[in-house]
């Protein structure tokens, strides 16, 4: 009896694998039809992807899920039906910080998808350029860590670049020692970017003291170089364990379990508002007392809020700062773009770098 009924449940599992692969392929279809109503009403370059659209399909998928899978997991799902269906219409090539295995290419993928076709390169400055120069639509950067701060390359390479904020990736760190020795105790050295050593320093402290901390460029580079190396580990991704054939010695190394990284897309298109929205400026604010509450007034104004602001020399004068901030909301908005407006009064420059959706978790 228990027999037939599970021979039941899989008969309509059969069925509803037909009704789902069916609507797939209409899906794609329709996705198809979109490509070349663009074509034909557009004789300049046409915009496939819409990150501003594709956030907020996501976030209705979320919403309107009732379980039993959770949120996050449908959210991926329909990720990648958007990546599948987007190929068809026009291949997008994305440079990320490489090699394979890295965790921005796994936040690359979180924002587009397997689908996509994918630039690996060695430097932030790298991807900046692959952009600009039409290589590639876009790029995927670090901008900032949970606990350890805001990655300063990135933030010092849009002082001089035209590129644009077209999104934003937040992604959940944890962190693997990675070795192709069995036993930890013939570790004698560590490979890993230094903001990961950074982030597993009482972990390192505690259980491998004697061991040389070596930092390189990316995680993925780190477990290149133990996959070479005897008597080393990486700490890098479970990802980069399989890309690099090495054994995961200890999981979830962090020392902060709630660790987290935040990423930048690259792009030259500005981005139309979505349901959420995040707009991020570089400003240069006047040399005298009080600048800094100057400069942030029109934001309490006009009731903006301000999620970020950071400060860099601007490379330009002794002793000159410019600020990085980030706001809820986009450009177009009618408050924010007041207080845009009213920052030009009280700053000696002001540019946006982007508005675009704010993370989908």
Not at 186 to 215: F, G, K, M
Not at 321 to 344: P, T
Request: hydrophobic fraction near 40%; include cysteine.
């Amino acid at each position: 009896m228990a027999k037939d009924e599970l021979l039941g449940v899989r008969d309509q599992i059969d069925q509803v694998d037909l009704k789902i692969q069916t609507l797939l392929n209409e899906r794609a279809e329709l996705a198809q039809n979109v490509a070349e109503i663009k074509q034909r009403q557009s004789s300049e370059d046409v915009l496939f992807y819409r990150p501003e659209r594709e956030a907020d399909v996501l976030r209705r998928v979320q919403e309107r899920n009732n379980g039993p899978l959770p949120d996050k997991t449908v959210a991926a799902l329909f990720r990648e039906i958007m990546s599948a269906c987007l190929a068809l219409e026009h291949p997008m090539k994305i440079a990320y910080l490489g090699p394979e295995g890295t965790y921005t290419q796994e936040a690359a993928i979180k924002q587009f998808g397997h689908a996509a076709h994918w630039v690996a390169l060695s430097a932030i400055d790298e991807i900046f350029r692959e952009v600009a120069s039409g290589s590639a639509q876009y790029g995927v950067v670090p901008i900032e860590n949970s606990t350890e701060g805001v990655i300063n390359h990135t933030l010092d390479m849009f002082l001089n670049s035209s590129l644009k904020i077209c999104g934003e990736v937040e992604l959940k760190i944890h962190h693997q020692l990675l070795s192709k020795e069995v036993d930890p105790s013939r570790i004698t050295t560590v490979y890993s970017h230094q903001q990961s050593l950074a982030q597993c320093r009482e972990w390192l402290d505690h259980n491998l003291p004697h061991a040389e901390r070596v930092p390189v460029k990316s995680n993925g580079e780190a477990a290149r170089l133990a996959e070479t190396t005897d008597c080393s580990a990486a700490i890098a991704s479970k990802a980069a364990a399989d890309i690099y054939h090495l054994t995961v010695l200890s999981s979830n190394i962090e020392d902060q379990a709630e660790n987290s990284t935040r990423f930048l897309v690259l792009g030259k298109e500005a981005v139309g508002p979505s349901e959420k929205d995040k707009t991020s400026l570089i400003l240069t604010s006047k040399n005298h007392p009080g600048a800094l509450h100057d400069v942030l007034m029109p934001f309490a104004e006009n009731n903006v809020n301000m999620t970020r602001i950071e400060s860099r020399p601007s490379q330009r004068g002794l002793w000159e700062y410019v600020f990085f901030i980030d706001i809820e909301g986009h450009q177009s908005n009618e408050v924010v773009a007041k207080a845009i407006i009213s920052l030009g009064d009280v700053a000696s420059n002001v540019r946006v770098l982007g508005s675009y959706p704010q993370a989908v978790i």
